[in-house]
Nanobody, 124 residues
Protein backbone atom coordinates (compact mmCIF):
# COMPACT_ATOMS: atom_id res chain seq x y z
CA UNK A 1 0.00 0.00 0.00
CA UNK A 2 1.12 3.56 -0.73
CA UNK A 3 0.15 6.80 0.98
CA UNK A 4 0.56 9.97 -1.07
CA UNK A 5 0.77 13.63 -0.08
CA UNK A 6 0.95 16.44 -2.63
CA UNK A 7 2.50 19.84 -1.95
CA UNK A 8 3.77 22.88 -3.78
CA UNK A 9 0.53 24.30 -5.07
CA UNK A 10 -0.33 27.97 -4.86
CA UNK A 11 -1.12 31.12 -6.77
CA UNK A 12 1.05 32.07 -9.72
CA UNK A 13 0.77 34.55 -12.56
CA UNK A 14 0.34 33.39 -16.13
CA UNK A 15 3.68 32.53 -17.64
CA UNK A 16 5.11 31.50 -14.30
CA UNK A 17 6.23 28.11 -13.01
CA UNK A 18 5.46 25.80 -10.13
CA UNK A 19 6.87 22.49 -9.01
CA UNK A 20 4.55 20.10 -7.29
CA UNK A 21 5.79 17.28 -5.13
CA UNK A 22 4.17 13.96 -4.35
CA UNK A 23 5.68 12.40 -1.26
CA UNK A 24 4.97 8.75 -0.75
CA UNK A 25 5.19 6.38 2.15
CA UNK A 26 4.76 2.68 2.09
CA UNK A 27 6.95 -0.17 1.02
CA UNK A 28 5.58 -0.43 -2.51
CA UNK A 29 6.49 3.05 -3.77
CA UNK A 30 9.42 1.75 -5.77
CA UNK A 31 7.15 -0.67 -7.61
CA UNK A 32 4.44 1.89 -8.31
CA UNK A 33 3.72 3.81 -11.45
CA UNK A 34 2.80 7.36 -10.48
CA UNK A 35 0.33 9.48 -12.36
CA UNK A 36 -0.66 13.11 -12.06
CA UNK A 37 -4.23 14.18 -12.67
CA UNK A 38 -6.05 17.47 -12.33
CA UNK A 39 -9.60 18.59 -11.87
CA UNK A 40 -10.86 22.07 -12.64
CA UNK A 41 -14.14 23.37 -11.20
CA UNK A 42 -17.09 21.89 -13.04
CA UNK A 43 -14.91 19.57 -15.10
CA UNK A 44 -13.97 15.94 -14.97
CA UNK A 45 -10.65 14.81 -13.63
CA UNK A 46 -8.11 14.53 -16.43
CA UNK A 47 -4.76 12.86 -16.93
CA UNK A 48 -1.74 15.14 -16.82
CA UNK A 49 1.11 12.66 -17.06
CA UNK A 50 2.77 9.66 -15.50
CA UNK A 51 6.12 8.11 -14.80
CA UNK A 52 7.35 4.55 -14.71
CA UNK A 53 8.80 2.79 -11.69
CA UNK A 54 12.40 3.55 -12.57
CA UNK A 55 11.67 7.00 -13.93
CA UNK A 56 13.03 6.07 -17.34
CA UNK A 57 9.69 6.40 -19.06
CA UNK A 58 7.11 9.19 -18.97
CA UNK A 59 3.84 9.90 -20.66
CA UNK A 60 1.96 13.18 -20.96
CA UNK A 61 -1.36 14.49 -22.10
CA UNK A 62 -0.85 15.76 -25.63
CA UNK A 63 -2.00 19.25 -24.74
CA UNK A 64 0.65 19.56 -22.01
CA UNK A 65 3.72 18.21 -23.76
CA UNK A 66 6.59 20.64 -23.65
CA UNK A 67 5.32 22.58 -20.65
CA UNK A 68 5.05 19.91 -17.95
CA UNK A 69 7.78 17.51 -16.86
CA UNK A 70 7.52 14.62 -14.42
CA UNK A 71 10.48 13.15 -12.58
CA UNK A 72 10.98 10.94 -9.56
CA UNK A 73 13.56 10.33 -6.88
CA UNK A 74 12.99 6.86 -5.49
CA UNK A 75 15.60 7.41 -2.78
CA UNK A 76 13.40 10.22 -1.46
CA UNK A 77 10.11 8.49 -2.27
CA UNK A 78 9.05 11.59 -4.17
CA UNK A 79 7.67 12.36 -7.61
CA UNK A 80 7.75 15.87 -9.04
CA UNK A 81 5.62 17.73 -11.54
CA UNK A 82 7.40 20.74 -12.99
CA UNK A 83 4.95 23.10 -14.65
CA UNK A 84 6.23 25.93 -16.85
CA UNK A 85 4.56 28.65 -18.91
CA UNK A 86 1.43 28.28 -16.84
CA UNK A 87 -1.89 29.45 -18.22
CA UNK A 88 -5.14 30.35 -16.46
CA UNK A 89 -6.66 27.18 -17.87
CA UNK A 90 -4.14 25.17 -15.85
CA UNK A 91 -6.03 26.23 -12.72
CA UNK A 92 -7.17 23.05 -10.98
CA UNK A 93 -6.65 20.76 -8.05
CA UNK A 94 -3.72 18.52 -8.88
CA UNK A 95 -3.58 14.94 -7.62
CA UNK A 96 -0.93 12.28 -7.70
CA UNK A 97 -1.94 8.65 -7.80
CA UNK A 98 -0.23 5.27 -7.71
CA UNK A 99 -0.83 1.98 -9.43
CA UNK A 100 1.09 -1.23 -9.87
CA UNK A 101 0.08 -2.25 -13.36
CA UNK A 102 2.50 -2.53 -16.22
CA UNK A 103 1.78 0.55 -18.27
CA UNK A 104 1.38 4.25 -17.50
CA UNK A 105 -2.38 4.46 -17.73
CA UNK A 106 -4.28 7.63 -18.58
CA UNK A 107 -7.38 6.30 -16.83
CA UNK A 108 -8.01 7.37 -13.25
CA UNK A 109 -9.78 4.09 -12.55
CA UNK A 110 -6.51 2.21 -12.99
CA UNK A 111 -4.99 4.02 -10.02
CA UNK A 112 -5.64 2.51 -6.61
CA UNK A 113 -4.08 5.10 -4.33
CA UNK A 114 -4.62 8.86 -4.33
CA UNK A 115 -3.36 11.90 -2.53
CA UNK A 116 -5.63 14.63 -1.20
CA UNK A 117 -4.72 17.10 -3.93
CA UNK A 118 -3.10 20.52 -4.03
CA UNK A 119 -4.66 23.66 -5.49
CA UNK A 120 -2.96 25.46 -8.35
CA UNK A 121 -4.36 28.83 -9.36
CA UNK A 122 -3.00 30.73 -12.34
CA UNK A 123 -4.00 34.37 -12.60
CA UNK A 124 -4.16 36.23 -15.90
Amino acid sequence: QVQLVESGGGLVQAGGSLRLSCAASGRTFGTSIIGWFRQAPGKEREFVGGISRSGSSTRYADSLKGRFTISRDNAKNTVYLQMNSLKPEDTAVYYCAAQERVLISTLQYDYAYWGQGTQVTVSS
